[in-house]
C-alpha cells in the first residue's frame, strides 16, 4: 500500500515537472522566433543606415537602389516578401515590406523614369512584421563635391 502511494505522487510530481518543462520549451521557441525575425529587421536597418551614411552617391535604376561607395557597388532591390542586398557579400532579407517610396530634393521619383538613372537622397520603407507596421526613413546628406557630380548638367 505505501509503495502504492509513493509511485502516485511520484507520478503527479514527474507529470507536474514535464508539464512546466513542455510550457517553458514552447514559450522559449515562440521568444526565439520572435528575436529571430527582430534581428533580421535590425540587421537591415543597420546596413541601410550605413550604406546611406558611407555612399557618395544613391541611385535608383530598374527597381534597384544603386550606393556607390570608394571601390565598390551595392545594390538593394525590394520586393514585397524579401530584400536582396548585392555586395561583396550578398544578403537576403525575407521581410514583407511595402513599396519604397524615393525622394531626390524633397521630389518624388516617379518609376516611368526608371530607365534613367535617378539620384535620391531620401528613402522611406515599412517594414510589416507580425501584423505590425514598422516605418523606416533614411535620408543621404551629400557634400557639395558630390552634388556637383550629381548635377553635371546644372550651370555654376
Known amino acids: 500500500m505505501e509503495l ?20 517553458m520549451s514552447k514559450a522559449y521557441a515562440g521568444f526565439t522566433r520572435k528575436n529571430d525575425k527582430m534581428a533580421v529587421v535590425v540587421r537591415l536597418d543597420e546596413l541601410l543606415q550605413k550604406d546611406f551614411e558611407r555612399s557618395e552617391s544613391i541611385m535608383y535604376k530598374q527597381d534597384s537602389l544603386i550606393f556607390t561607395k570608394p571601390g565598390q557597388q551595392v ?30 530634393e524633397q521630389t518624388p521619383v516617379v518609376e516611368e523614369e526608371a530607365s534613367l538613372s535617378i ?38
Open 75 to 104: 545594390r538593394y532591390h525590394f520586393d514585397q516578401n524579401h530584400v536582396i542586398r548585392a555586395a561583396t557579400v550578398p544578403d537576403t532579407f525575407q521581410l514583407q515590406t511595402t513599396k519604397p517610396l524615393l525622394y531626390y
Open 119 to 156: 539620384p535620391i537622397d531620401e528613402l522611406t520603407l515599412t517594414v510589416i512584421l507580425n501584423d505590425q507596421q514598422f516605418p523606416y526613413r533614411y535620408r543621404k546628406l551629400y557634400s557639395s563635391e558630390n552634388l556637383i557630380k550629381l548635377n553635371a548638367h546644372a550651370i555654376h
Open 4 to 23: 502504492t502511494i509513493a509511485m502516485l505522487i511520484s507520478a503527479i510530481v514527474i507529470a507536474m515537472t514535464y508539464t512546466a518543462y513542455s510550457m
